[in-house]
């Protein structure tokens, strides 16, 4: 998936040559033998399951390298960064692909506008203190890439400065890859009338009149300039370092599929492994079979 | 359960009166038909799935009044605490209860040794950094409570200094509570032989050496201690503001049970629901259903 899905390094992105309800990559009903949606619905659990494996041996090697013994791995980290137009699925997608992995080893930063404080520094600044430590699993819900989006859009800068983000981020994400974080960049590509449907659900729903925000209409009526702004950002960012992925999300259960296997051969690529013991295996036995007679601890001992 | 397990406001905890292998509260045979483990598994999955929709209420919440819109609720949050000996099963507990929510709106935050920099800060200042935000639900892996605890066996501060830490965590739960933070406090009350048997298995599977520390034989040297310590602390910090609750943890799958049926009891307590809109819907359907003819747009739609 990770190749069949990637955008050429240096090329120019043609969004409109993917079709947002396509399914590049899914088996045919010879392999599923079943509903497609069912099917893939089912290997998202079972993937999962491998991703929190993965995730788990992740984490080990960096509490190992943190206690000081003898770490496994190169202190990798993952970090998953979602961009889409809004109702693109970027929740849907952490609910369910990030959500089969264990929460105490995920690293979820949702980005919003900047805050005052965040607007006195530059761009990246609120980026790197989101950063996932060593050992996690990263999610940003948007991105840095916002800093190309909307304020290239909405011209929230001079056109000099977002033109100049474009180098400054694949600077910023080569420093990163070098010091061991696997970025896996997916934009979830959603189609013009499929965004339409999902706005009007939100309208017609109480229960999600929440998700809902005027601004998103306003957005919508410039979809053409933001499809060419991610266009761009896609081609000029989708370095070796950090490739950028095209996921078609009109249907759901196929844009969990895809990103749950472009994590896990991500993962694959890291060679991951359990760390060895930091400490002496046989001498640790002795001294906890030494425990089982000691009065003090005895008196507590609450059988089954 | 919230009553059941509750430590008595004000009272001293007699630990060794609550056996770690006991599963108060779960019903018997004649309801769940089928072997308890397996029935209270599939409950806790139950349970979770409406964890997540009291969460997603309390998040929405929060978007609603930070995007200025009438909110329905109090600006709620909810934060578990989680303590144990070590091996209680605190990560467990975290991957399978708060793995039932959305990670998207947890707030997961672990405390070991403090660094150098927290060191330099009273006690609860880190604590009072991690505190989840305002539609979070929040989870301690460890807490203030180790101020408390492993300062006062390790004799890490004067005994003074720990004395005087009763009031001042009182007075902090107090304050956070007022604040609109439901705390959950939970002991998962494991007993030495299980710990003896847990911590035997973590040195004999290599895919568990990274969970071994060597200081936890020196914790477990002192259990008496330990235990001493989380009955004063549970006596002395069992508040109406903030109750503590002895969770027998022998049994994973019953702990897991408990811990998901304390939190739901306390979501029921908030009384929440969605949030109204913030915006006039049916304007917004008039200007979404607007956007639909709109040319820019339809030059990118992509069917389905």
């Not at 009903?29 to 995730?55: C, F, I, M, S, Y």
């Not at 900047?114 to 940003?140: K, M, Q, S």
């Not at 925000?213 to 306003?218: A, G, L, R």
């Not at 993962?267 to 089982?292: H, Q």
């Amino acid at each position: 998936m990770r190749e069949l899905l990637r955008v050429a390094p240096g090329g120019t992105v043609d969004l409109g040559a993917v079709d947002p309800g396509s399914t590049p990559g899914l088996p045919g009903p010879e392999v599923t033998g079943e509903r497609r949606k069912d099917w893939a619905r089912r290997q998202v659990e079972l993937v999962g399951a491998e991703l929190g494996r993965q995730q788990e041996m992740l984490f080990a090697d960096a509490q190992a390298r943190a206690a000081g013994g003898p770490a496994g791995g190169a202190g990798h980290r993952v970090l998953l960064v979602l961009q889409a137009m809004d109702c693109g699925g970027k929740d849907g997608t952490i609910k369910r692909v990030a959500g089969a992995m264990n929460p105490l080893g995920l690293h979820i930063r949702s980005f919003g506008p900047p805050t005052p404080e965040e607007l006195r520094h530059d761009f990246l600044w609120r980026i790197r203190r989101a950063l996932p430590p060593p050992g996690y699993v990263g999610v940003f819900n948007r991105s840095h890439y916002e800093d190309v989006l909307v304020a290239r859009v909405d011209s929230l800068v001079p056109e000099r400065v977002w033109q100049a983000r474009y180098d400054e981020i694949n600077a910023f994400e080569r420093e990163q890859a070098a010091a061991g974080v696997t970025l896996v960049k997916v934009m979830l590509h959603i189609s013009y009338a499929e965004q339409g449907r999902r706005l009007l659900e939100r309208l017609s729903d109480p229960r999600k009149h929440w998700k809902y925000n005027p601004s998103d209409v306003d957005a919508r009526a410039r979809w053409a300039d933001y499809q060419a702004a991610y266009a761009e950002a896609m081609g000029r960012c989708g370095t070796d370092a950090a490739p950028w992925h095209v996921v078609p999300a009109d249907r759901k259960w196929y844009r969990d599929w895809a990103v749950a296997h472009l994590l896990r051969e991500t993962f694959d690529t890291l060679d991951l492994g359990y760390p060895p013991a930091g400490f002496d295996v046989r001498r640790e036995r002795e001294r906890l079979l030494g425990t089982e007679g000691n009065a003090a601890g005895e008196r507590q001992v609450n059988d089954r």
